[in-house]
């Protein structure tokens, strides 16, 4: 089966470091896609990893270790705008590109 | 470049009535894909087009269900009968099969309530 996990909901202080965790199970694996979706728009590409460490860009930052089906995306200096859906996604093996979604974490920064 | 178009933006209809989805992807992604996002949820996989071909539908209520992409281009999905269940934002994405990442782009996404 297929099968991906992160928090439901997480809270943080504008400012402050937050760590977003997602472990995955999966047919294969391709690569994993972190997107950031505000409440009623559409999703928005932030990080791509195939290969096992750290992406930084700007204050986000995603990791992956391929042999614990895990990831984190690490948002540093905290800001209001921040506030949003943090959805992790995996493309599995088989080709064509098809990327499966977890549930996604509900981020609130708080002044 | 463009992003992807969609339409419309909201829907509202009574259950059992018909409704359709259009889509306008990217300039040249020859993939496309709807997705459906309920509530609270993450986007599940309806159907992908590679061009104007179908590479999966395996999630898509195909009772219900239908989508076509005519000339690799435009795409439509359109549910006949509409049940209460089906509310929920209709997301279409389109990528490039080459390139480092195939990044999906989204649109802004149809939002229909079946009342």
């Known amino acids: 089966g297929q099968n991906i996990d992160q928090p439901t909901e997480m809270t943080a202080t504008e400012g402050a470091i937050v760590q977003i965790n997602c472990t995955y199970q999966?047919?294969?694996?391709?690569?994993l896609f972190w997107y950031q979706q505000h409440a009623g728009e559409a999703p928005t590409f932030l990080s791509y990893n195939v290969l096992d460490g750290l992406e930084e860009k700007g204050r986000f930052s995603s990791f992956l270790s391929r042999s614990k089906g895990y990831s984190y995306l690490l948002l540093k200096e905290l800001q209001m705008k921040d506030s949003a859906s943090y959805l992790c996604?995996?493309?599995?093996?088989?080709?064509?590109?098809?990327?499966?979604f977890g549930a996604g974490t509900r981020l609130a920064v708080h002044p | 470049e463009a992003g992807v178009a969609q339409s419309p933006r909201y829907k509202i209809i009574e259950k059992r009535q018909s409704v359709a989805f259009w889509c306008n992807p990217i300039s040249g992604h020859a993939t496309l894909y709807w997705y459906q996002q309920i509530l609270g949820q993450g986007p599940k996989l309806l159907i992908q087009f590679q061009n104007n071909g179908v590479v999966d539908d395996s999630q898509l209520p195909k009772d219900r269900f239908s989508a076509e992409r005519l000339k690799g281009v435009d795409s439509t999905l359109k549910i006949q009968p509409a049940k209460l269940e089906d509310s929920a934002v209709y997301l279409c994405a389109s990528s490039l099969i080459q390139g480092r990442n195939y990044g999906y782009t989204f649109g802004s996404g149809t939002r229909l309530t079946v009342v």
């Open positions: 999966t047919s294969g694996f391709n690569g």
């Open positions: 996604a995996v493309r599995g093996g088989g080709g064509y590109n098809k990327l499966i």
